[in-house]
C-alpha cells in the first residue's frame, strides 16, 4: 500500500508540473505576440527558464537535503533528456527548421558550459567557488539573448505590437504565476517520493534521478515542444531546449553546489558515461542545427536510438 500511495504522489507531482508547464507555454506566447519579441528568444529565455524551473527546485532541494548525486543526475539526465529525447520525438512529427541566426553561438555555448562543469567535476568535487561562477556564467547568455533581440529588430522594418487587454493581461499574469505554483510544489513531491521509489526498488537514487527525475522534471519541455511543433511555433521548441540546457549548467548546477555544505559531489559515472552521452548527443544536435540547418527525422532517430542505448546501459 505504501508503494501504491507513493508511485500516485509521483504521478499527481508529474500531473502538476505538466499542468503548470502548460500554462507557462500560453503565458508566454502571449508575451512574444504582445510585445514583437521573437519565438526564438522567448523560447532561449522566458520559455526556459520557466520550464527549467522543475529542475532547479528538484536538484536544490536534493542538494539541502543531501542527495547531492540526485541533484547531479537530475541536471544532467535532464540535459540530455531535452536533446535525446525531446528534440528526437519532435523532430519524428516535424523536421525541425532552425531559423535563429545566434543558433551556432548558443549551441556553442551549450556545449562549452557542459565542458567547464566537466573539467570542474574531474576531481569528484564542484566547490562553492565553482559553483559561484557556474552561476555567474548565465550573465553571458543574457547579454547574448539582448544582441540577438537588437539584431531581429534590425532585421524587421516593424515590430508588430498588439494592443492588451486588461482581461488578456490577468488571465494571462495568474497562468504564469499558477503555473509556478504548480511547478514548485510537484518539484517537492518528486523529490520525496523519488527518494522512495529508489529505496523501494534497491536502486542507486543516481539511475532515478537520471531517469524518473531527469524525464519528470522535462515534461514541461516536452508538452512545450509538442506544442509549439504542432503550432507551428518551432523557434519555440530549439530555443527552449538550448536555453534550458544551458540553464542546467549554469543556474541549476550553480544553486545545487551552494544550497550544499560541502559542495557538488561527483560520482565516477558522470564522468566516464553520464557527461560523455550529453556531449555526444549535443554535438550531433548542434552540428546539425548548423549544417543542415535543421533537425530531421534521421537525426532524430539516431537521437532517440542513442537514448534508449544509454537507458539500457543505465539499468
Known sequence: MGGLLTLSLFI?????????????????????????ISFGIIGATVVSVATTLPELFVSTLSSKEGFTDMAVGNALGSYICNIA??????????????????????????????????????DGMISHNEGRILLFLIILFIFINIFDHKNENGKRKKVHKKSIKKEEAFINSGKFAL?????????????DTGVEIANFLRIPKQVVSLTLL??????????????????????????????????????VMGISTLASSEGLIISRQTLTLDVPMATIVALIFILSGIVFQKIGRPTGILLLALYGG??????
Open 12 to 36: 499527481i507531482g508529474l500531473i502538476m508540473i505538466v499542468k503548470g508547464g502548460d500554462w507557462f507555454l500560453d503565458a508566454t506566447i502571449w508575451i512574444a505576440e504582445k510585445t514583437g
Open 85 to 122: 529525447f525531446i528534440i528526437g520525438i519532435c523532430s519524428l512529427i516535424k523536421p525541425i527548421k532552425v531559423k535563429e541566426y545566434f543558433f551556432g553561438i548558443k549551441g556553442a555555448m551549450m556545449f562549452g558550459y557542459l565542458s567547464i562543469f566537466y573539467y570542474f567535476a574531474s
Open 179 to 191: 503555473g509556478a505554483i504548480l511547478i514548485i510544489y510537484g518539484a517537492h513531491i518528486l523529490v
Open 214 to 251: 531527469a524525464v519528470g522534471t522535462s515534461l514541461p519541455e516536452l508538452v512545450t515542444a509538442l506544442a509549439a511543433t504542432i503550432k507551428g511555433k518551432q523557434n519555440i521548441s530549439v530555443g527552449n531546449i538550448v536555453g534550458a540546457n544551458i540553464f542546467n549548467m549554469t543556474v
Open 310 to 315: 544509454y537507458l539500457c546501459i543505465l539499468f
